[in-house]
């Protein structure tokens, strides 16, 4: 594709947006699908031609809108009229009303302003309005624009600086700044090199990658795009779990999409940058998401975690210098280089810039996907955004980061998202993942859950990671049948730290966070545990109890 | 024309080992590709077993025990035929906290079937997973394929009730 060619398609697809009058998006991501979501679209297809607006309303198969807690979600634009729950039976008196009357059902929309008013949409820029399967629908809202920019007017390492000055840290969790990363995989000798994008997310209750991927594959493609020329690599790879079949399909059109308009493969915009993008399978490894053992799961090995250095960046895929960047992050890429690193540095937090994606899930009145502001507090998101925990309940505690996420309890709740407060508190930013627990749970018992998932998930090859986890899953398990001793909670605690200092990577080093912060904030429940054999929540002393592997 | 070795391991000349070789071919062979091969395989048979992974090693000239050894470290690799019918019920933080341990019970209880088992006859296996990214409507129950979000032990066991029943007709 030639850049001009870039511009009078975006010009066209523009136009002929501006010509229908309506847009119905109807959200048909692994959220709604399972809903009916696609019986909705084909009965707003029918409907518009039913009655006869076909030529002023377009309707759309889109991404997930965020809302996921009223699946089937359908967004009308203009003025984003949000409908809940959506039926075929209701789609039809949709367009009778809102298309054709211009009455907009008030019975049947979302009349939930406050989830919206603290969020702020970058990465999920698109999500939602644009039809992932189109690539015309991404190059009309101003896609692979930036790519364009950085390969006729930028040098590779003016794109790493204005990256490095935007303050964009990696958000797969850990945190690193990824200007600095980029820099050290462009410095590192030896070809070819890589970039791997990072959708292995295997978080329980964390699904914002997979949305980002069903909702905008090219923003994704874009970002890595972006990113090859930085790090001077020719070849990508999508490392994306197989439990999500919807984005995997919906990222390998894509990519078929942008190698067929040639923005994937040789000489792209008529430059001297070829790149290709193939898309690996996970199959249900947890640490897989690690970055060592992601390279050994795409070099087709067990994946198994190293230890560091060297880094990827230096000794990555084969033994060569190697970009691995969470698909979050690589979705700011293409926006960071066509507003500015000023603009994006504006955002958000002092040291910590831009946003954050969440799912927000557990006992919280409205569950879904949703995107803001670094620094933004707990509070803010659990009690205004997620409208609380449901009537009659009590808010007990909020798990922030996944699986090795610590749990914060009520009096923490106005600590702002950033990764060093989050950390300082025993907590992780992780992938994610915001769990609001409420009265009906144990945190003995929810301790002990997530220690069994990373018992499960425990590659092996280290003993404080394979045999510590057991062993505090074994204490665990005993304070929820009644077993144990004050003494014993010692015990754990030693362990604890061990397995976090002795393990060798991310998941052990990290898997005793629920236990050590339920320890640390609700210990009265593990004493009354120990001493009454007494479980607020109702949860423990039942016949035999855990959670049972696969 | 099957590989030569596939009789050799057992494995019948039919259409399914067509598609599984002619899969391995268009990864020329390649030995990081095993994943890929591992699914395609999965997706064609259900499920892996010793003949097969045995075939698949000799392909890719990979020792029996790597390949062995990769498919039981990922949780998806299925070694053992799956029942007729498959109940997934997801075990993700969300789905956790909203009770689908109770789901795993009920359905333990009704069918006399343990978690990542198959019941006696063979018609029906009871799995649990790790998240199926379906939080916001936890918890989830997945019966032959169809999601029941929101669910509850009542309707997830009407609805194995209504697909053994409909098997009987």
């Known amino acids: ?550 | 024309m099957p590989d030569a070795g596939a009789q050799q391991a057992g494995l019948k000349a039919d259409r399914r080992l067509m598609l599984l070789e002619a899969a391995i071919r268009k990864y020329q062979y390649r030995k990081d590709a095993l994943l890929e091969v591992l699914h395609t395989a999965q997706e064609l048979y259900g499920y892996l077993d010793r003949d097969l992974l045995i075939h698949i090693s000799k392909l890719l000239r990979l020792p029996p025990s790597h390949v062995y050894g990769v498919a039981t470290f990922y949780n998806l690799f299925k070694l053992k035929k799956p029942g007729t019918h498959v109940v997934t019920v997801c075990m993700g933080t969300a789905c956790y906290v909203k009770g689908a341990e109770d789901l795993v019970l009920a359905v333990e209880r009704e069918f006399n079937v343990k978690r990542g088992g198959t019941t006696a006859d063979g018609k029906l296996s009871l799995f649990v997973t790790r998240c199926i990214g379906a939080c916001a409507m936890a918890p989830n129950a997945i019966v032959d394929g169809e999601t029941i979000g929101k669910a509850t032990p009542e309707v997830v066991l009407k609805k194995i009730r209504a697909i053994m029943e409909a098997e009987k007709d």
């Not at chain 1, 920019?149 to 040098?155: H, P």
């Not at chain 1, 199959?283 to 990827?312: C, D, K, N, Q, W």
């Not at chain 1, 979050?328 to 994006?344: D, H, M, Q, R, Y």
């Open chain 1, 1 to 550: 594709m030639k850049p001009d060619e870039l511009r009078s398609l975006a010009q066209k697809e523009a136009e002929a947006r501006k010509s229908y009058r309506y847009r119905i998006n109807v959200c048909c991501s692994s959220g709604c699908m399972p809903f009916g979501a696609l019986k909705v679209l084909s009965a707003f297809k029918d409907a518009v031609k039913e009655f006869g607006v076909e030529g002023e309303c377009y309707v759309a198969r889109t991404g997930c809108i965020g809302t996921c807690s009223i699946a089937p979600a359908v967004l009308i634009e203009p003025g984003d009229y949000l409908y809940q729950n959506v039926t075929p039976d209701r789609a039809k008196e949709i367009v009778k009303e809102h298309i054709v009357n211009g009455r907009p059902v008030k019975s049947m929309l979302y009349g939930n302003e406050a989830y919206f008013k603290k969020q702020l949409r970058i990465v999920l820029r698109n999500a939602g309005k644009i039809d992932p399967l189109r690539i015309e629908d991404y190059i009309a809202v101003g896609g692979y624009y930036a790519l364009l920019k950085a390969l006729t007017r930028m040098t590779p390492e003016g794109v790493i600086e204005e990256v490095a000055l935007s303050g964009l840290k990696g958000r797969g969790g850990a945190g690193f700044l990824t200007g600095l990363k980029w820099r050290y995989v462009a410095r590192a000798t030896g070809s070819p090199k890589y970039v791997i994008a990072n959708l292995d997310e295997g978080d329980p209750g964390v699904f914002a990658n997979r949305t980002l991927a069903e909702a905008d594959p090219h923003a994704i493609i874009e970002g890595m795009a972006i990113a090859a020329y930085a790090v001077g690599a020719s070849k990508g790879y999508i490392y994306v779990r197989s439990e999500y079949p919807l984005a995997v399909e919906t990222l390998k059109k894509a990519i078929e999409a942008a190698r067929s308009m040639g923005l994937l493969g040789e000489k792209i915009f008529e430059t001297a940058f070829s790149f290709d993008i193939e898309l690996r399978l996970g199959a249900g490894a947890f640490v897989a998401g690690e970055e060592t053992a992601i390279l050994a799961s795409i070099e087709g090995r067990r994946a198994m975690p190293r230890p560091r250095p060297p880094y990827p960046a230096q000794s990555g895929l084969w033994g060569k210098p190697t970009l691995i960047n969470n698909v979050e992050t690589l979705a700011n890429i293409p926006v960071i280089l066509l507003k500015g690193s000023e603009w994006f540095a504006s955002i958000g937090a002092k040291n910590c810039t831009g946003t954050k994606c969440f799912s927000l899930t557990g006992k919280v009145n409205n569950p879904g996907l949703i995107e803001v502001p670094m620094g933004i507090t707990l509070r803010e998101v659990v009690f205004e955004i997620g409208g609380g925990v449901p009537p009659g309940r009590r808010f007990k505690a909020v798990q922030v980061g996944g699986p090795s996420g610590g749990f914060l309890p009520e009096q923490l709740l106005d600590l702002p998202i950033d990764y060093e407060s989050l950390t300082k508190a025993g907590a992780i930013m992780g992938s994610g993942g915001i769990v609001v627990l409420d009265d009906t749970s144990c945190m003995v018992d929810t301790a002990k859950f997530f220690t069994e998932f990373c018992v499960d998930e425990s590659c092996g090859k280290c003993v404080p990671c394979r045999v510590g986890l057991y062993k505090l899953y074994k204490i665990l398990d005993g304070f929820t049948r009644g077993e144990g001793s004050l003494e014993d909670l010692q015990k754990v605690e030693e362990l604890c730290e061990f397995i976090k200092e002795a393990s060798l990577c991310g998941l052990g080093q990290t898997a005793p966070n629920p236990t050590l912060t339920t320890l640390r904030y609700f210990r009265d429940e593990y004493v009354a545990h120990i001493l009454e054999k007494k479980c607020s929540a109702g949860k423990c002393f039942k016949n035999g109890g855990g959670v049972g592997g696969e």
